[in-house]
């Protein structure tokens, strides 16, 4: 069985190679934000697929590695991928799709809840969405949102990837 690379398993292409990224995350509210920095090493698999193998600082200190996948369905004709890290149990399964200017994928998926205050409520799961956005050939932008109890999106973190190579 083969399958070919359709325009939507192109656009990941875009991903592929090593990044080096700054971060910022609130980690309570009334508090500064707390910057953070980090490495993304992305290669394609069969030109279908991209792995995307990340390390960076923590908040509340200590280092993390993170793995996301991300390809394209064409039969449910949306993005789909996973994320898991060091930091956390959790398997993060996203379902996604493409602006129409091709240049912001949204992802979304559904993980643990945290309060405000950055504690976890145990046994509960948010709604959450990362977008990603190209801002140039060696630029992106990923923002992560949850959805709070009021229905409306936070912003959580916004981390800016610049390509090394």
Not at 78 to 96: P, R
Not at 139 to 162: F, I, K, P
Request: proline residues 4%.
């Amino acid at each position: 069985m083969k399958v070919e690379p359709q325009k939507e398993h192109e656009w990941l292409q875009k991903l592929v190679g090593e990044w080096s990224c700054e971060s910022e995350c609130s980690t309570e509210p009334g508090k500064p934000s707390e910057k953070f920095t980090g490495s993304e090493s992305v290669r394609s698999l069969g030109g279908l697929w991209i792995l995307c193998e990340g390390r960076g600082e923590m908040p509340g200190g200590g280092m993390a590695t993170m793995l996301m996948t991300l390809g394209y369905d064409p039969q449910k004709k949306h993005y789909v991928g996973t994320w898991v890290g060091s930091m956390m149990t959790h398997l993060w399964v996203y379902t996604g799709s493409m602006d129409a200017e091709g240049k912001v994928l949204t992802l979304s998926a559904e993980g643990p809840k945290w309060t405000e205050e950055g504690k976890l409520v145990e046994g509960k799961l948010a709604k959450y969405r990362d977008v990603i956005e190209i801002k140039s050939p060696d630029h992106r932008v990923l923002t992560s949102h949850m959805l709070g109890d009021d229905g409306e999106w936070r912003q959580l973190m916004t981390a800016n990837y610049r390509r090394e190579k």
